[in-house]
């Protein structure tokens, strides 16, 4: 039709975004990843660590390498090992660096801290294990503003929200999702949750209230699994597959869930696709699992709503996908995305850019971004606030703070009951503690030293009787 021919190109300063892998020397070599079939992205990524699942005999495991050590991986690297069975997503906190969850078939959700530096044998006590799923548990996500908020959904159709700052359940999502869930994904300040399952429903849920504000029976006809996520302005974004089983994608207004606002079909490979979305830029990446591109696409305001961009190509099927936060790029480069792309045995950074001329830091590229504080506490959130996340400018690049301890502070059930009676101080300072008391209890002590003294001597006497007994009967 000749009305085709007026088409105008669309201006966009991300029409040009191009990848490019990393040189062969900057990629991580000799891993070992993990061969389970599921279709989570096996890959977390910081400004300091990249994380992946990885093969290991007997349990579940994933290996922390520091983001610099590139290259072959030693075989004796130390690897993050607590899980009996495998595991099937890691998530790191957005508010610390060192600190990442895991889930795995073993039923348990664990929280680790992770040093700086290179520890010398494998890590195997998590912080905390979370223990409420009856099933395997396949998807963890923490929450993006609250500190300590952290969602697991597993194989038992409940999605659970944990504080893990004390190791307490605060709410379980029970009769929502009649089958296995595929995703969840929360908005930007965490007040929303959205969820793909397997009865071929997309949920928006508003998790404090425990309802189900919105949901959209077969956003896609096809049988195989949809993904969705939050865009812009409250807006969904779902993949999935067409009746004649192409691929598909979907873009969603919560106010009018019946129809979409932008659908489009792609190709017909078999792969889910995982979609990756920066709000900075309103750039939405698919990376499907056993795919070799990247096709990435701009969410705007005017029809048709959702603009293909580009596609980078590869020659080799992507097992898994890690997906770079804004402060961990470099702005100097004008590096706008980063993946770590998982093949059978290395993990391969792929750099997004955007090309420009000039040296100076593209502020248009690079609005502020969420950085490492979050805006609530825990209890802040549970009790009705939202906050949007707090932003830092990545005008001089981002440097990641020092190695900040997670602390668990279990709640004692019997701190809840205040004691009877007049509530009486233990400080040091108490009278009640009298002198004859405190010299009573150094007794004690001095009692305990000279008892494990003659214990020790009288250990080592033994032993030194063993010796002559058995160097005199060779």
């Given at each position: ?8 190109v669309r ?22 990843v ?7 992205s ?15 005999g ?6 922390v ?20 069975a495998?595991?099937?997503?890691i ?6 660096d ?18 700086d ?14 223990e ?16 300590n ?19 307490e ?11 296995l ?8 300040n965490?007040s ?47 993949t ?27 190709d ?18 698919l990376?499907?699992?056993g ?17 293909y ?23 100097s ?7 770590f ?33 979050p ?33 668990v ?55 030194n ?10």
């Amino acid at each position: 039709p000749p009305a085709m021919s007026r088409r105008v190109v669309r201006q966009s300063k991300f029409r040009h975004v191009f990848g490019q892998p990393v040189k062969a020397d900057q990629m991580y070599e000799d891993i070992r990843v993990s061969k389970v079939t599921c279709d989570s992205s096996f890959c977390a990524v910081n400004p300091k660590f990249v994380a992946i699942i990885v093969e290991s005999g007997g349990g579940g495991a994933f290996i922390v390498l520091p983001l610099a050590k590139t290259g072959r991986v030693d075989k004796n690297h130390p690897l993050v090992t607590g899980h009996t069975a495998p595991v099937l997503d890691i998530d790191w906190c957005p508010h610390n660096d060192n600190v990442i969850a895991s889930a795995s078939e073993d039923t348990t959700v664990m929280v680790w801290q992770i040093p700086d530096y290179v520890p010398v044998r494998n890590i195997t006590e998590p912080v905390v294990t979370l223990e409420g799923h009856s099933k395997r548990v396949s998807i963890i996500s923490w929450h993006p503003t609250a500190r300590n908020v952290l969602l697991s959904a597993g194989c038992d159709n409940l999605v659970i929200l944990w504080n893990v700052g004390t190791g307490e359940m605060l709410l379980a999502l029970e009769d929502m999702h009649t089958d296995l869930i595929y995703n969840v994904g929360w908005n930007r300040n965490g007040s929303l949750l959205v969820t793909t399952c397997k009865d071929k429903k997309v949920r928006v849920i508003d998790p404090r209230k425990q309802q189900i504000i919105a949901e959209k029976t077969k956003p896609h006809d096809g049988t195989r699994p949809i993904r969705a996520i939050f865009v812009a302005d409250g807006k969904i974004f779902t993949t999935g597959f067409s009746k004649m089983s192409e691929r598909q994608l979907g873009l969603w207004d919560l106010n009018n869930f019946e129809e979409p606002i932008a659908l489009q079909e792609m190709d017909t490979s078999n792969g889910v696709l995982l979609p990756f979305y920066d709000a900075d830029s309103s750039i939405v990446y698919l990376c499907g699992k056993g795919d070799s591109s990247i096709r990435y696409f701009e969410i705007t305001d005017e029809a048709p709503y959702v603009h293909y961009l580009n596609t980078y190509s590869s020659k080799e099927p992507q097992r898994g996908m890690g997906f770079m936060p804004k402060r961990g790029l470099d702005v100097s480069k004008c590096e706008i995305a980063r993946f770590f792309k998982l093949h059978e045995r290395k993990c391969e950074p792929i750099v997004m850019t955007v090309p420009r001329k000039s040296d100076l830091f593209q502020d248009d590229l690079y609005p502020d971004t969420p950085g490492p504080e979050p805006a609530l506490e825990a209890d802040e959130w549970l009790s009705g606030k939202d906050a949007e996340p707090i932003l830092i400018s990545l005008r001089d690049g981002y440097v990641p703070i020092k190695n900040r301890e997670l602390k668990v502070v279990k709640k004692n059930i019997l701190d809840s009951k205040p004691p009877p009676g007049p509530r009486r101080s233990h400080s040091t300072c108490d009278s009640d503690f009298s002198q004859p008391a405190l010299e009573e209890v150094l007794e004690e002590i001095r009692a305990l030293k000279e008892m494990v003294q003659a214990q020790e001597k009288r250990i080592s006497d033994l032993e030194n009787k063993l010796c002559q007994f058995t160097n005199g009967t060779d």
